[in-house]
């Protein structure tokens, strides 16, 4: 049973480049989470999705962020115009349906962006 | 809101000694806890959590964890750190939406 699908490991771009990076979740995940890590720091909250739907999206910049999570294929997560600033590991996880016990996560090993 | 604090940016401790990393919460509710630790250059893996079950939680690589009330605490400990234990730990609440609250985490160094 493969976990948490995150690609690619490592994504280097140029300032005002955009940036795609995927999470292909648990088999039998229906539910999706995106958290950043900057250098030196825990994680930040980014978005939640379910498949076609934003839940929760309330830790997303207000610009250049999108993500989603199209009923078929993996969930993308978007950076539009990159600054340094977005350098980071960005993480994804997945988990069934709340409700459905036990609660937790599984995290994919990230993505680590670098922009020059 | 729920909220997590972690004592501590950097712990150090001798080979064979107890791991003591710390962790207290706020929330509202009764609280759903979780102990990550994550390797050098890679994802978070979960250690152990608490799920308003036993107070006394054992995870795995024989860490455990005790939820206390009274106290907003969810400590993690190892009686017998080992080389391999170095790494960073983050403890996390999930709040009323699902989402993990994370702490700022605890690098974990252990002399040999």
């Known amino acids: 049973n493969a976990g948490v699908m995150q690609n690619p490991r490592h994504l280097v771009r140029r300032r005002g480049q955009e940036a795609r990076l995927r999470c292909s979740p648990m088999?039998?995940?229906?539910?999706v989470y995106w958290y950043r890590q900057l250098p030196e720091e825990g994680l930040k909250f980014m978005v939640y999705?379910?498949?076609?739907?934003?839940?929760?999206e309330s830790g997303m910049p207000k610009e250049r962020f999108s993500a989603e999570f199209p009923k078929e294929g993996p969930s993308i997560l978007r950076i539009q115009q990159v600054v340094r600033g977005d350098s980071a590991a960005y993480f994804c996880?997945?988990?069934?349906?709340?409700?459905?016990?036990?609660?937790?996560?599984?995290f994919g090993s990230g993505t680590r962006l670098t922009v020059v | 809101a729920q909220s997590v604090t972690q004592l501590g940016s950097h712990v150090s401790v001798s080979e064979g000694a107890l791991v003591l990393l710390r962790c207290n919460y706020s929330?509202?509710?009764?609280?759903?806890l979780f102990w990550y630790v994550q390797y050098p250059n890679q994802g978070l893996q979960l250690l152990l959590k608490?799920?308003?079950?036993?107070?006394l939680v054992k995870g795995i690589n024989g860490f455990e964890a005790e939820f206390k009330k009274s106290e907003t605490s969810f400590h993690l400990t190892k009686p017998s750190a080992h080389m391999s234990d170095a790494a960073e730990y983050f403890c996390?609440?999930?709040?009323?939406?699902?989402?993990?609250?994370f702490g700022s985490g605890t690098r974990l160094l252990v002399r040999p």
């Open positions: 999705l379910q498949k076609e739907n934003i839940i929760d």
């Open positions: 996880a997945s988990s069934p349906p709340p409700g459905q016990s036990p609660y937790g996560y599984t």
């Open positions: 608490y799920t308003s079950a036993a107070t």
């Open positions: 996390a609440v999930m709040d009323s939406s699902y989402k993990l609250i």
């Open positions: 929330s509202s509710v009764p609280p759903y």
């Open positions: 088999k039998g995940h229906s539910h």
